[in-house]
């Protein structure tokens, strides 16, 4: 596995391209050794059938690439709290099986968007729907990570940690994405600080807004704050991965899904941005701890 200080590195494959060849072969060349699957083929992750399972685990085992996460749409933008139970239900024990075929652990939701309830009643709901889905996870062999993006626990840490503490299952752990503060006008580094002992795997991306718009960029260079995220989980001792999800030429929820020239080599450009990033963020670690007369971490 490719560390960076511990941090292994990985990417939302279909960021890159929709072809799961293409997606395996950019992985490999950047010298990762995970990939995060959420569609593939034209087909999200929940829909693959067995053939294209199948067809995954052939080209992850020949490229030499694990896929510990997969992309749910629990809960997403799509769906709201409304959307019937059964229905989450159903795609959670889909993607389960088809995870742990691939050897994976970690599978992404989020958690609904209103449609008409109280707040009260909101909260009720979500924290009854995922106590009753992470019970399923645990059963089935997953852990889901509940992403800061949409719904109930999507942009407030406290909510967040809320929704953790009262399922109160190991079967339920927090995302934490970088870069979706931007769209939703909250500070990524000051939600981290939160909800850091939750956080068991991560997603990169950065932008600034501009009249009003997020507008993505290459890591560290937008106002996401990524550089002071990446210090606070390596000063949290953080090891799991670090998932690129760029949205320069793909953002599913705003129907934007690629296909452009020069989507594979933005792509492969902005994980080297990455590497380069935590190599400088690492380094200036080093150098304050150097100075207090500490031991580098």
């Known amino acids: 596995m490719l560390e960076r200080g511990g941090i292994a590195l990985s990417g939302i494959g279909d960021e890159a391209s929709s072809s799961l060849e293409e997606q395996a072969r950019v992985h490999a060349e950047l010298g990762w050794t995970e ?147 931007i769209a939703y006008r909250y500070s990524a580094p000051d939600y981290l600080r939160r909800a850091l002992p939750y956080v068991e795997h991560v997603h990169v991306k950065d932008g600034r807004l501009e009249n009003g718009k997020a507008m993505y960029t290459l890591p560290g260079r937008g106002d996401a704050g990524v550089a002071e995220c990446l210090g606070l989980l390596l000063d949290a001792g953080y090891t799991g991965l670090l998932a690129i999800e760029p949205h320069l030429h793909v953002v599913p929820h705003l129907g934007e899904r690629g296909g452009g020239a020069g989507q594979l080599e933005a792509y492969a450009a902005y994980g080297r941005e990455l590497e380069r990033l935590l190599a400088a963020v690492r380094a200036d670690a080093r150098s304050e701890a150097a100075a207090a007369g500490e031991e580098p971490a």
Not at 36 to 63: H, I, M, N, P, V
Not at 89 to 103: D, F, H, N, S, T
Not at 149 to 165: F, H, I, K, T, Y
């Open 35 to 181: 990939l995060e699957l959420r569609s593939a083929d034209g087909a999200a992750f929940a829909d693959w059938d067995d053939a294209l399972t199948g067809k995954a685990r052939r080209l992850l085992s020949g490229a030499g690439l694990k896929a510990s996460i997969a992309d749910s749409r629990i809960g997403n933008w799509e769906r709201t709290i409304s959307t019937p139970y059964e229905r989450e239900l159903e795609e959670l024990e889909r993607c389960a099986e088809r995870l742990l075929r691939l050897g994976g652990w970690g599978l992404r939701v989020m958690s609904w968007p209103n449609d008409g309830l109280s707040e009260s009643d909101w909260e009720k709901s979500v924290l009854e729907r995922m106590d009753r889905l992470a019970e399923q996870a645990g059963r089935c062999g997953v852990t889901l990570l509940h992403e800061n993006c949409a719904g109930w626990a999507g942009c407030d840490p406290e909510r967040a940690l809320r929704l953790v503490e009262a399922v109160g299952r190991p079967s339920l752990r927090l995302l934490m994405d970088t870069g979706n503060g």
